[in-house]
Every structure is written in C-alpha cells, then in structure tokens.
C-alpha cells in the first residue's frame, strides 16, 4: 500500500493575479494536538495536522511564522 501524503495548496494575489504555491507534505509519525497525523514538508518548515477527513490544523515551527491555512487540500499517493 501506497504511503499517504498531501498537497497544500495556498494562493495568493500579486498584482491582481492569483498565483498557486502547493507543498507536498509527509508524515512524520506523531500526533498533532487534535490526536491526528502530523505532516511536513521535506524541510520541515511547514507542519499540518490532518484529520482523515481532511481537516487540517497548520502548525507553527518558529515563533515569528504567519500561519496560513491551505485554500485547497489534495490526497495524494507516493
């Protein structure tokens, strides 16, 4: 079986233009503070907790970080 990841996609608009920024995130193997899945990125500056239902919960890994929630979330297989 495939391992699961995601996709956070988060837009944002520069000079009236939507532009997409999307960040593939991976388990690490803990629990978040809602008791779900923690995911990161490969360099761990983005950290979500995700439900099995796809609600996400952004987590912050410095203390000057402005958390963002995803416009969309996506499953993926690796």
Same mark, same amino acid.
Not at 23 to 30: A, F, S, Y
Not at 33 to 55: F, K, L, N, T, W
């Given at each position: 079986m495939a391992e699961a990841a /995601?996709?956070?996609v988060f837009v944002r608009v520069i000079a009236g233009?939507?532009?997409e920024d999307v960040?593939?995130?991976r388990p690490?193997?803990?629990k978040g503070p809602g008791g779900?899945?923690? /995911?990161a990125d490969g360099s761990g500056a983005v950290r979500a907790e995700i439900s099995d239902q796809g609600e996400i919960r952004m987590?912050?890994?410095t203390g000057q970080q402005?958390?963002?929630s995803?416009?969309?979330v996506r499953r993926v297989e690796v």
């Amino acid at each position: 079986m495939a391992e699961a990841a /995601y996709e956070l996609v988060f837009v944002r608009v520069i000079a009236g233009h939507e532009h997409e920024d999307v960040v593939r995130v991976r388990p690490v193997g803990t629990k978040g503070p809602g008791g779900h899945p923690v /995911y990161a990125d490969g360099s761990g500056a983005v950290r979500a907790e995700i439900s099995d239902q796809g609600e996400i919960r952004m987590m912050a890994t410095t203390g000057q970080q402005d958390l963002r929630s995803p416009t969309t979330v996506r499953r993926v297989e690796v």
